[in-house]
Structures are given as C-alpha cells and as structure tokens.
C-alpha cells in the first residue's frame, strides 16, 4: 500500500462531511435498489434529526449530504430545509429529481444548498427506466427528470449527476459527456449496481461481462476521459476498482472523510454497511450520543474499518 494513502487513512481526527439518510420512503421502486427503499416507510423523527443538524454546526463539518430513500419524501421536508437556513449548515440534496414544484421552489431559494446530485441512467428514456420503471415504462418519469435538470440549469444550480451502469445503458456511455453538458452538469459519477437489496435479482445486469470489459480497457476510459474535458465535467470512476494491478482495491472515503447515519439512527463508516453481513462489526448506536462526533468518528469500530481498509473492504460489491 501506498505509505502516504495509508497515513491519510488515520489522518483526520473528525469527519468532514456526514450522509443522512432521512426516510427509507421513495416514490420509485428501483430494480437494482440496494437499499429496497419505498417499501418500508421509516424515517428520523424531525426532533432528532434537528438535534444532530444542530450539533454538526457547532463542529468542523463542511456540510451535510440529505439523502433517502428520496428525500423530498420525508414528512417534514419543508420544516427540514427553513432549519437548515435557519441554522446557516451547508447541505448537499441526493435526489432522483422527482418531486413537486413547491419543494423545488422552496430548495431554489434555500441559501445554504450547495449541490444536488441527481439519478440520471440514460440519454434516452428506455436507458434510464430499464432500472427505475422497468414494467410500466413510464416516460413521464424521465421526462420528469430532466425536466428538474432543465430547471437547476435555469436556476444556475451546481449538478452532478449520479448514473448506474448496466447492460441497456453501457453503449451509450461515450454520448453522456455532451449530453450533460447541455445541462449544465459539472459533476458526473459513475458506478456499477450493486447485488444488494432488490439488486440480488439482477445478477446479469449487474455481472455483465461486456461492462467488465469495457472498464477494464484503457482506451475506453482515455476516451472517456477526453470526451469529459471537452464538455467541461468532472469524471468520477472512484465507485469502480482501480485498473492499475499494484493498486487494485477500491479507495473510497468511507470512515476516512466521512460517515453514514442510517434511518435508524446508526452510524456506519459506509453506507452500503447496513446490507452486508459485516453491518454488526462497523456500526455505532447513535441513538444516546446525538451530540458527540469525536466519540463516533473515535469509536473501536471505525478504527478497525480503517485498519481492513489497508487491505480492501472484504464484502465490497464494488
């Protein structure tokens, strides 16, 4: 292992930025979803989750990533984004871009959003729904979509768009670049499905063969590469295993950088944890330490997830 990543690796003494996941609600029921949202419906009680807003801005923390399920479902989503005004915390928004136009009016307006990052599969809507509506096939939901993407370009908003790579859409890779750019997106992370949750049963969309090969191929990902300089976006692979044989597992920020509080108030160095059977090892109650990071980010369990990161995370779909 590289000695300066491993140094980095029990660097930092507090995290710089935390994931909430505030509902398991959704108003999709993904195919691939490894969390099986939109089942389920729990979420953190609104009293709770501004007690943990409330501490992280006396902190170090940088900002908050609001996510789901798909946050905009949360029972007191309108209350959560005048807090986080009210408060002045930075917050990012992980959404798949659905959701009315008096939230989005609200969220525009919103002096402390940073970013959001939106689900977008494909330039078309059969790539994009063969995941997310893949029975009725719904074009209003792409549709939709963009139509969102369409708006925080209009607005000036910063956008990364988060897209799945799968056996309908891998074609069409080298066509996102431009795509995105006529959207104004400035960010764009790419990562494979997971044999997780629902994504259990997808085991030939998620193991294709073609896609294995294509990320493999250095020319491939030069083109890539390329065709992100051009149209001014940010590549991120980081959810893909490095190709480079002398440094082969995947370097995430995990624990390193920033931590994961699930809908029932556990926190875990990663958020794919909860769905391994690893989730015991490496998780934190946080139910009666609302108030303390140290003692979280400090635990005996996220210090043993960094130790096994030396090797590479051993149930890591990725």
């Known amino acids: 292992m590289d000695k300066k990543y491993q140094d980095k690796l029990f660097a930092k003494k507090a995290p710089l930025h935390v994931h909430i996941s505030i509902t398991s609600d959704c108003n999709l029921k993904c195919i691939h979803c490894y969390g099986s949202y939109g089942i389920i419906k729990k979420e953190i009680p609104f009293n709770i989750l501004k007690k943990i807003l409330a501490y992280y801005k006396k902190t170090n923390i940088l900002y908050v990533n609001i996510s789901g399920g798909e946050p905009t479902k949360y029972s007191k989503f309108i209350n959560l984004i005048k807090y986080l005004d009210?408060?002045?915390?930075?917050?990012?928004?992980?959404?798949?871009?659905?959701?009315?136009?008096?939230?989005?009016?609200?969220?525009?307006?919103?002096?402390?959003?940073?970013?959001?990052?939106?689900?977008?599969?494909?330039?078309?809507?059969?790539?994009?729904?063969?995941?997310?509506?893949?029975?009725?096939?719904?074009?209003k939901i792409y549709n939709n979509t963009l139509k969102t993407l369409n708006q925080l370009k209009k607005d000036e908003i910063y956008t990364i768009v988060g897209t799945l790579i799968h056996s309908k859409n891998y074609k069409e890779i080298l066509e996102f670049p431009k795509f995105l750019n006529k959207l104004n997106v400035k960010k764009w992370i790419i990562g494979p499905l997971l044999s997780?949750?629902?994504?259990?049963?997808?085991?030939?969309?998620?193991?294709?063969?073609?896609?294995?090969?294509?990320?493999?191929?250095?020319?491939?990902?030069?083109?890539?590469?390329?065709?992100?300089?051009?149209?001014?976006?940010?590549l991120d692979l980081s959810d893909f295993k490095t190709l480079d044989k002398k440094d082969y597992y995947f370097k995430c920020g995990a624990g390193i950088h920033y931590y994961h509080i699930s809908t029932n108030l556990i926190a875990y160095p990663c958020p794919l944890l909860p769905y391994t059977r690893f989730a015991k090892n490496y998780s934190y109650k946080i139910k009666n330490n609302l108030n303390n990071i140290n003692k979280i980010w400090n635990s005996i369990q996220f210090k043993n997830w960094r130790i096994q990161q030396i090797k590479g995370c051993p149930d890591c779909k990725l």
């Open 196 to 234: 997780k949750g629902r994504g259990k049963n997808n085991n030939k969309n998620i193991n294709s063969n073609e896609i294995i090969k294509l990320f493999k191929d250095k020319k491939f990902i030069k083109k890539l590469n390329k065709e992100c300089i051009i149209n001014n976006i940010e």
């Open 86 to 139: 009210h408060i002045e915390l930075p917050y990012y928004l992980t959404s798949n871009g659905l959701f009315s136009l008096k939230k989005y009016n609200l969220i525009k307006k919103s002096k402390m959003l940073l970013a959001f990052k939106i689900s977008l599969d494909g330039t078309n809507p059969q790539s994009h729904l063969y995941i997310r509506d893949p029975i009725k096939k719904n074009k």
